[in-house]
């Protein structure tokens, strides 16, 4: 049986990893910790140099970076809306959440939200790479969790024939 101990990393394109890894330790703290360059891929052998940065997300998480000069310009999947795809990093509390939004605004980082989402609260922004991010507070309750858990299945059920969304989970938006 497989047994997932943790994300050993995400990765992602970048359009400079000089220029992205110079901008997540600015406005998120994001250390270096390790790049590889090579100008063979190694798992197809194919003739591709790269440059794959890995930054420090905290307790042993690791967002990396691919940048790959010899590859069409970088874009995104346009049959996907832009706020879909995203990178959800958790902070400690509310207050934390907020504080971020300052200082990234002062940082000169354009903010939606905060915006509720019931048992959490997120802003969002995008990196210079065009990649939204979200800064995410938890605020539910065990309690509401152990709802959440315990619906979840029968959600995906009737999504899966009606394609619209269960109302078992509705109180999450109702609590505004």
Known sequence: MINIEKIHHVA???????????????????????????NEVPSTKAPDPYMHIFLDAGNENVLAFFELPNSPAMDRDQNTPAWVQHIALRVASYDVLVSAKEELESKGVEILGPVNHGVFKSIYFFDPNGHRLEL?????????????????????????????????????????
Do not use: F
Not at 15 to 23: I, L, N, R, S, V
């Open 12 to 38: 992602y394109r970048c359009k400079d990893a000089k220029e992205t890894t110079a901008w997540y330790k600015d406005k998120l703290n994001m250390d270096l910790v390790l790049a590889i360059a090579e």
């Open 136 to 176: 995410a507070a938890d605020t539910g309750t065990a309690e509401q969790y152990k709802e959440l858990n315990r619906v979840a299945h029968d959600m995906i059920e009737e999504w899966s024939v009606t394609k619209r969304a269960p109302r078992h989970a509705a109180w999450l938006h109702e609590q505004d």
